[in-house]
């Protein structure tokens, strides 16, 4: 195997479960390999606001200089996007490598498909010599792959109700599992402004340098600019965030926490701050792609983000119609991210993601229709078409939301790519 989408079928087939928690077979592959990273790692755990949170801690380091391995999931268009070094890429030839290392040093272990790419995008970091990695958990924390190495600092940016047949079904069983990528005596930030009591008795427990939002450190927002207010340091006068929501402002704030915390190892400067803030993107946050009437991507899929982005819609009105594209994966709590946003929209477009673990439309439709009120609500077979039928409909005025997946988000930026 040569190429990088013959790997990734592969890797798709290589372990019995696409999800199978536990760091046993990623440890004995990780000492295989001989990882072992003298570098700084940050993990970033949460429900929600970790890509985010990736984002700031990545274009704030490389503002000042630093040479940044950052690890994330999922991808949107490309399995590329996963891995980059110095804001770069990795390239097929890159990916290809590093995973020829990983199954060569396996032998008998069998991996998943993240728990493969973990070790792979380390290994990279590793040989191209990175001064601070900056690792996404993929889901929970306790048992991610990526907490198969320990966290110089870690945050936790939220603690929600998702993947409850994995994490649990209430916030103190997920707040639990998110707080495993705690280490003793080390840095530990809280970004959630009502963490359950599990996450911070294991804290506790183990003796974490626990730093807690609105306690040892906070964001102060004034008219064009914040101040961030820690523990040792203040920052004033900061930009506010470019990415759209009234959220990004703590996921901003925790990064900080993050880099005040690291200071002695990796000091940052208040110019690369502000540089960071005023540069840091991620594609499918509240993401503008067209004016009149305006088409805005979210790939919100849990009630927390749903509540939230309601949020971010009620404080940006506009003078037509909100109207929704939204497609969902069967594991989710449709209901609860429906109800969250029913009462911002106007026009409902129901769609099937083009995933396994989709959704159908029709089920969605029928989970909606209790709460959607007068709007009224329509079914499409896919993404696209439910786009395009939105889009008939629109006026200038009005704006047309596409959310509810990853997957959703991706086939209209796939879509938009091919038209370009």
Same mark, same amino acid.
């Given at each position: 195997?040569?190429?990088?989408?013959?790997?990734?079928?592969?890797?798709?087939?290589?372990?019995?479960?696409?999800?199978?928690?536990?760091?046993?077979?990623?440890?004995?592959?990780?000492?295989?390999?001989?990882?072992?990273?003298?570098?700084?790692?940050?993990?970033?755990?949460?429900?929600?606001?970790?890509?985010?949170? /990736?984002?700031?801690?990545?274009?704030?380091? %490389?503002?000042?200089?630093?040479?940044?391995?950052?690890?994330?999931?999922?991808? =949107?268009?490309? *399995?590329?996007?996963?891995?980059?070094?110095?804001?770069?890429?990795?390239?097929?030839?890159?990916?290809?490598?590093?995973?020829?290392?990983?199954?060569?040093?396996?032998?008998?272990?069998?991996?998943?498909?993240?728990?493969?790419?973990?070790?792979?995008?380390?290994? %990279?970091?590793?040989?191209?010599?990175?001064?601070?990695?900056?690792?996404?958990?993929?889901?929970?924390?306790?048992?991610?792959?990526?907490?198969?190495?320990?966290?110089?600092?870690?945050?936790?940016?939220?603690?929600?109700?998702?993947?409850?047949?994995?994490?649990?079904?209430?916030?103190?069983?997920?707040?639990?599992?998110?707080?495993?990528?705690?280490?003793?005596?080390?840095?530990?930030? /809280?970004?959630?402004?009502?963490?359950?009591?599990?996450?911070?008795?294991?804290?506790?427990?183990?003796?974490?340098?626990?730093?807690? =939002?609105?306690?040892?450190?906070?964001?102060?927002?004034?008219?064009?600019?914040?101040?961030?207010?820690? +523990?040792?340091?203040?920052?004033?006068?900061?930009?506010?965030?470019?990415?759209?929501?009234?959220?990004?402002?703590?996921?901003?704030?925790?990064?900080?926490?993050?880099?005040?915390?690291?200071?002695?190892?990796?000091?940052?400067?208040?110019?690369?701050? /502000?540089?960071? =803030?005023?540069?840091?993107?991620?594609?499918?946050?509240?993401?503008?792609?067209? %004016?009149?009437?305006?088409?805005?991507?979210?790939?919100?899929?849990?009630?927390?983000?749903?509540?939230?982005?309601?949020?971010?819609?009620?404080?940006?009105?506009? =003078?037509?119609?909100?109207?929704?594209?939204?497609?969902?994966?069967?594991?989710?709590?449709?209901?609860?991210?429906?109800?969250?946003?029913?009462?911002?929209?106007?026009?409902?477009?129901? /769609?099937?993601?083009?995933?396994?673990?989709? +959704?159908?439309?029709?089920?969605?439709?029928?989970?909606?229709?209790?709460?959607?009120?007068?709007?009224?609500?329509?079914?499409?077979?896919?993404?696209?078409?439910?786009?395009?039928?939105?889009?008939?409909?629109?006026?200038?005025?009005?704006?047309?939301?596409?959310?509810?997946?990853?997957?959703?988000?991706?086939?209209?930026?796939? *879509?938009?790519?091919?038209? %370009?």
């Amino acid at each position: 195997m040569t190429t990088l989408e013959a790997w990734l079928a592969r890797l798709e087939q290589l372990h019995p479960s696409t999800i199978d928690l536990g760091l046993d077979r990623v440890r004995r592959v990780r000492d295989a390999l001989g990882l072992e990273p003298d570098f700084p790692v940050i993990i970033v755990g949460g429900t929600n606001g970790k890509g985010s949170t /990736c984002a700031y801690l990545e274009a704030i380091l %490389q503002a000042d200089g630093y040479k940044t391995g950052l690890y994330t999931s999922p991808h =949107l268009l490309r *399995y590329n996007e996963r891995v980059r070094i110095a804001g770069r890429e990795s390239d097929d030839v890159e990916l290809v490598r590093a995973f020829v290392r990983v199954d060569a040093a396996r032998g008998d272990t069998s991996l998943t498909y993240f728990e493969f790419g973990t070790l792979g995008a380390m290994a %990279q970091f590793i040989d191209a010599g990175i001064d601070v990695a900056i690792l996404e958990v993929g889901l929970g924390g306790r048992l991610d792959a990526v907490n198969v190495f320990d966290a110089d600092a870690a945050i936790v940016t939220s603690v929600d109700l998702d993947h409850m047949d994995y994490l649990g079904d209430t916030r103190e069983k997920i707040g639990f599992e998110k707080a495993g990528i705690y280490r003793a005596g080390r840095p530990a930030i /809280c970004a959630e402004p009502d963490p359950p009591e599990s996450l911070l008795e294991h804290a506790r427990n183990i003796e974490a340098d626990l730093r807690r =939002l609105n306690r040892d450190f906070s964001a102060l927002r004034a008219t064009g600019h914040w101040t961030y207010e820690g +523990r040792d340091m203040t920052w004033p006068a900061l930009p506010l965030p470019v990415m759209a929501g009234a959220y990004q402002l703590r996921n901003a704030a925790g990064a900080l926490a993050v880099l005040e915390a690291l200071h002695a190892r990796l000091p940052v400067s208040e110019a690369a701050i /502000c540089k960071g =803030l005023a540069s840091a993107y991620l594609p499918g946050r509240f993401q503008r792609i067209a %004016q009149a009437p305006e088409v805005i991507l979210d790939v919100a899929h849990n009630p927390e983000a749903a509540r939230a982005l309601a949020a971010t819609l009620h404080a940006q009105p506009v =003078l037509g119609r909100t109207i929704a594209v939204v497609g969902m994966l069967a594991d989710k709590d449709a209901m609860g991210v429906l109800a969250a946003l029913s009462g911002e929209i106007d026009a409902w477009w129901i /769609c099937t993601p083009a995933s396994p673990r989709a +959704r159908d439309a029709a089920e969605l439709a029928a989970i909606l229709r209790p709460h959607a009120g007068s709007a009224p609500v329509r079914v499409e077979p896919d993404v696209v078409l439910a786009l395009a039928k939105a889009r008939s409909t629109a006026h200038e005025g009005d704006r047309i939301l596409v959310f509810g997946s990853f997957y959703t988000v991706a086939a209209v930026l796939d *879509y938009a790519a091919t038209k %370009q």
